[in-house]
């Protein structure tokens, strides 16, 4: 391996954080060789703090109805070619009916902006999950809200919530989202949430058009400031009918590499192997864990939602990232050394074990 990488994973061990221009030579100089190592590190850190456990979330993909236009995305407002479907307060509840059966205790409700999870629908919707799945925590990934909005899902008990930056660098921001959408706005949103005493999930896309490892460096010291207790990270997937049709996938090795550098720079961080990753690659579940993610979220939508929950073409529904399959997902874990974990598997600061 080249000494100069070596030498920076070294430092990445050590000080858990880089200078921007050492993160970007560090993706720079990715080799074989240089992903090993991470790798290895990456697995004792998790091990540090989550030893083989890898925590299952049950997703809900509650609504494709969204008021935003973002570049990359196929539930963009102006995709026509969508069949839009937005679930009822029924149909939320029954499927976290079967996840709890299930033993599920982390459900997360994703959407678009869909105007019609009003605050009064959606905190009336969480007291129900609260008082019918007494033992599971609640995340929401439903975009940008007000700081009024986030403060009365929080108070009717939200304990979680996802909303991905998707880059940390403004002017790149700004190349993949309307004129309307700022970065500014998001990174409002994200300090409101964990000021609010949520468990944030801020995230990236690895590969989106335009992105340099500049940028990638960016989002790397965001992660390392903002320090969110999760993070979702996936290959950028080109869907057909967005303007980014034409540009060319993510690349997996690339995000795994992420990940375990992520891994190392927080060993407690809630790092899911995604949907994402496991669309591009057909062992991209595993693979992601083997880099250092520790979280699955198998898809409990049900089936018309999990057809056009289509934020990108291929993505995958079935196999590991399928709620109905969890028997053959606990095989597949075992076969890889993993044990799933149905605890509600919130954040731990305190690390263990020998960092
Ligand atoms: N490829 C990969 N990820 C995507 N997302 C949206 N569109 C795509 C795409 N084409 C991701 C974004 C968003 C999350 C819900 O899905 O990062 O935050």
Known sequence: MKRRAEELIRALWERRSLEKLEYEELLSLRDADSAALLRSLAKKARESTYRNRVFLRALIEISNVCKNDCLYCGVRASNKNVCRFSLTDEEILSSCAEGYALGLR??????????????????????????????????????????????????????????????????????????????????????????????????????????????????????????????????????????????????????????????????????????????????????????????????????????????????KITGDQNAANLETLKQTLATAGYVPDFSRGDYRKEHHGTL
């Open 106 to 315: 982390t459900f997360v409700l994703q959407g678009g902006e869909d105007a019609r999870f009003t605050d009064k629908r959606l905190t009336s919707l969480i007291t129900n999950i609260k008082r019918t799945c007494p033992e599971a925590a609640v995340t929401l990934s439903l975009g940008e809200r007000s700081r009024k909005s986030y403060t009365a899902l929080r108070n009717a008990g939200a304990d979680r919530y996802l909303l991905r930056h998707e880059t940390a660098n403004a002017a790149h921001y700004a190349s993949l989202h309307p004129e309307n959408m700022r970065l500014e706005t998001r990174m409002r949103c994200l300090s409101d949430l964990k000021e609010l005493g949520f468990q944030v999930g801020a995230g990236f896309m690895v590969g989106s058009p335009n992105q340099t490892l500049s940028h990638l460096a960016e989002d790397l010291q965001f992660i390392e400031t903002f320090r969110p207790q999760m993070c979702g990270i996936g290959p950028f997937l080109p869907q057909h009918d967005t303007p980014f049709a034409k540009e060319p996938a993510g690349d997996t090795d690339l995000c795994l590499y992420l990940l375990s550098i992520l891994r190392i720079l927080d060993p407690a961080l809630l790092l899911p192997a995604t949907t994402a990753l496991a669309t591009a690659h057909e062992n991209g579940t595993i693979l992601g864990l083997e880099a250092g993610a520790n979280v699955i979220m198998p898809n409990l939508s049900p089936r018309r939602a999990k057809e056009n929950y289509v934020l990108y073409d291929g993505k």
